[in-house]
């Protein structure tokens, strides 16, 4: 998570959030957005959704609907630092699975099945996995995003030797 | 808008058409059904299941004609080699993630997607299933969502969200995980849901449906012992038949009542005996309330849907309900105790079932509250301990009245005209017209209008309440007070009224509330795949009725007299108090 990020967190409540985008056009969007940067796990707990719907005067299954729409958006607590794996065509021929499997693996993380889910998370909330269908960087094939970092040309070898680093309180 | 017609072509053939027409009803004008799974005129138009589309000359792509619009001179072809191969492939798309359990599928033989599968000569799936199996839910009384039979045309969704303004469900995720859902996919038991059923009457398919309770209903109609009650709803006898093959709006009353004696119902009673029990309550209590400065405007409590929508967007304003109980729980109150008394029956013996347009009954019929004549005879000592029972055991739709009646090989149409079983079976002209928009204003005003001036009325008929409009409005003279009525019908003006009350700016002294579009003959309960002139048909008959029974105001039911008289003793009495009314709550979602 960004530096501004966490000082948002200390400054911006809910309502005000909702008072700066109330009456725009796609303001439930722009709202759930900005609220899910100031929680401290990036996610929209459901005490959350409840409260936006209640103060936009918007029906919960339109929030909801929203909010499982866009991948972006999370339900549950995410990881302090994400991983996400482009499984873009280009990057999938040029072994973004493995890339991925890797990940998961030296992350700990068992049974993510990714034609049913596109995120997962540590069960310390230490670091999330993600899949994207492309970052539009396909001549760099394949690439991993690492705590908002892109990298191109990834290795199995240079990734888990980056979450490595990520344990050891390198990065970040 | 129709400010010039244009001229189009259909297939070759020239056809003259409004131009706010869309290509769906364009064409149909020239003859031609184009088939669709996901239109719905005036609710739904999203274009979602592409099987509508038609070749538009100049149209780089074929053109979903739900929403493409004529011009002038436009040539469309409804079933070019392209059109057809295209319509087959969306419905083949369709099928490849819906389960082939049709044999037993509560829709087998009105199911949209099997009909239009059959019209498009579907007859293998090329594709493999693609979806997760999901689960199944019934977390309410009155409705079953199964969404493996989804195929995500936004009916119900649309008709939720515009037509009730409830919102309960809304599609959710996305891709191959889109499906209709409730917030965090709890089920409609946790959501505003108020049960009206209206999604089930317009799903396509049989992703949702009622709770069927036939069976238990069967189980009861077979033990010896038990004496089997029936009841039936207003609105029934205008849609039962149709629900059996017959022309929409035909009245079976007669045959209604002959069929339900065939299945093994021991007395065959017609809720409208309650009904006009309802108005000799709801009458003296709006009397009440105008005289004694009681709450006003007093709201009708007769549709449950509308109750639950009350309790849970409104509950500041509860107290504008009506106390009475609608008349299906009257009833079973009634059933279970005068009537039980009067022939010597245990009420622990007696079932009631009842048959509703409605699926929001099945919740009513199971609130806790609704237990009026286990409490009446409890309080004369007269129950076993751990023994408790409600006024009323099952509430049927007409869909399941009619799966019955089939199963059980009854003609409907050859059956003889029989007559309700006395007493809880005899009824007014007032009470057949709560099965429609207006009905339960004008029967109340029936009543209410000669027991305040002492007078006849010059006319039975309030043409002012009558007809299909979403809000009707009306000012009624009760020597010298005027009284002012509305009367709302599809919980969106249902809003509309309540709104205005809450802002301390409504006009009125008593409002008339149904949850359905055209109040119960639109019901949730009712045939499916239903439009607004198999609505018109339905309520005409409801009027054909009221004049048929002779009998047209509620306090002149020699039945519900002798009730009082042997029973109650009178209106708003200790005793009704106990059966007949009852009390509401907030409900959090």
């Given at each position: ?9 200390r400054e911006v409540s809910l309502p005000e959030v909702i008072e700066k985008h109330q009456g ?149 | ?161 515009e037509v009730q303004t409830v919102s309960a469900i809304q599609l959710a995720g996305r891709g ?414």
């Amino acid at each position: 998570m960004s530096s501004t990020a966490t000082a948002k967190r200390r400054e911006v409540s809910l309502p005000e959030v909702i008072e700066k985008h109330q009456g725009r056009p796609g303001a439930l969007l722009s709202i759930l957005e900005e609220v899910q940067e100031l929680e401290k796990f990036r996610y929209l707990p459901e005490t959350t959704l409840r409260e936006i719907a209640e103060r936009m005067k918007v029906p919960l299954a339109q929030v909801y609907s929203v909010a499982t729409f866009y991948s972006f958006f999370n339900l549950k607590p995410q990881g302090l630092h994400s991983v996400v794996v482009c499984r873009g065509t280009a990057c999938h021929t040029r072994g973004s699975l493995e890339l991925l499997e890797a990940s998961l693996k030296r992350l700990g993380i068992e049974g993510f099945r990714e034609d049913e889910e596109n995120s997962v998370t540590t069960v310390d909330n230490f670091c999330s996995v993600r899949t994207v269908a492309c970052f539009g960087q396909c001549a760099l094939a394949p690439v991993v995003q690492i705590d908002g970092v892109i990298s191109s040309r990834m290795t199995v070898g240079k990734l888990t030797a980056a979450i490595d680093k990520l344990r050891k309180g390198g990065q970040k | 808008m129709s400010d010039k017609m244009v001229t189009i072509f259909v297939d070759g053939h020239a056809t003259v058409v409004d131009p706010s027409r869309n290509l769906l009803e364009a064409c149909a004008q020239a003859g031609v059904n184009v088939p669709t799974l996901c239109y719905l005129k005036d609710v739904s138009a999203n274009a979602s299941c592409g099987v509508c589309v038609v070749e538009v000359e100049g149209a780089r792509s074929l053109v979903r004609s739900c929403v493409g619009r004529v011009s002038e001179g436009m040539k469309i072809a409804t079933s070019s080699p392209r059109v057809l191969r295209a319509r087959k492939n969306a419905v083949e798309l369709l099928l490849a993630n819906h389960p082939t359990d049709c044999l037993v599928c509560a829709r087998n033989g009105s199911c949209e997607l099997q009909s239009t599968a059959e019209k498009l000569g579907v007859r293998k799936v090329r594709f493999p299933r693609t979806r997760k199996p999901a689960t199944i839910d019934e977390s309410t009384d009155g409705i079953v969502r199964d969404n493996d039979k989804c195929i995500l045309c936004g009916r119900c969704v649309a008709v939720c969200s515009e037509v009730q303004t409830v919102s309960a469900i809304q599609l959710a995720g996305r891709g191959i995980r889109t499906h209709v859902a409730t917030f965090m996919d709890r089920g409609l038991g946790t959501s505003p849901c108020v049960q009206c059923g209206q999604c089930s009457v317009v799903c396509p398919t049989g992703a949702i449906t009622e709770r069927d309770e036939t069976e238990a209903v069967w189980k009861a109609l077979a033990q010896s012992g038990r004496t089997t009650i029936v009841q039936t709803a207003p609105a029934i006898r205008a849609s039962l038949g149709e629900a059996l093959g017959m022309k929409p709006g035909s009245l079976v009353t007669g045959k209604m009542v002959a069929a339900l004696r065939r299945l093994g119902f021991d007395r065959v009673f017609d809720t409208q005996f309650a009904a006009d029990l309802t108005i000799m309550e709801e009458g003296n209590e709006l009397i009440r309330r105008l005289t004694q400065g009681g709450k006003l405007p007093m709201i009708t409590s007769c549709s449950p849907g509308w109750i639950n929508f009350i309790e849970t967007f409104y509950p500041a304003l509860l107290g504008h309900l009506s106390t009475c109980k609608s008349p299906q729980q009257m009833f079973g109150a009634v059933a279970k105790s005068y009537y039980a008394e009067k022939a010597g029956l245990a009420p622990e013996s007696i079932s009631v079932a009842s048959i509703m347009p409605c699926t929001a009954k099945k919740h009513e019929a199971r609130r806790p509250e609704m237990r009026g004549a286990f409490e009446y005879w409890r309080a004369k000592g007269a129950t076993k301990p751990g023994e408790s029972y409600y006024d009323v055991d099952w509430a049927l739709t007409t869909r399941e009245l009619a799966r019955m009646v089939k199963r059980a090989g009854i003609d409907i149409e050859s059956l003889p005209e029989e007559d309700f079983d006395d007493p809880l079976g005899r009824s007014t002209g007032a009470a057949t017209i709560f099965g429609t928009t207006g009905g339960v204003m004008e029967a109340a005003l029936r009543t209410v209008y000669e027991v305040v001036t002492g007078k006849a009325l010059p006319s039975l008929d309030f043409e002012a309440v009558r007809g299909l409009e979403g809000i009707k409005k009306a000012e009624v003279d009760l020597n010298g007070t005027i009284v002012r009525v509305a009367v709302a019908h599809t919980l969106k003006n249902a809003r509309i009224i309540l709104d205005e009350i809450a802002a301390g700016a409504s006009p009125y002294h008593f409002i008339e509330v149904m949850t359905c579009p055209g109040g119960c003959i639109g019901g949730g309960g009712q045939p499916v795949l239903i439009d607004l002139e198999k609505r018109l048909a339905r309520n005409k008959a409801m009027y054909v009725e009221d004049l048929r029974l002779g009998m047209r105001k509620s306090h002149e039911n020699a039945s519900v007299q002798a009730l009082y008289a042997d029973f109650l003793g009178e209106p708003l009495g200790h005793l009704s108090h106990e059966l007949l009314h009852t009390e509401y709550a907030p409900r959090e979602v």
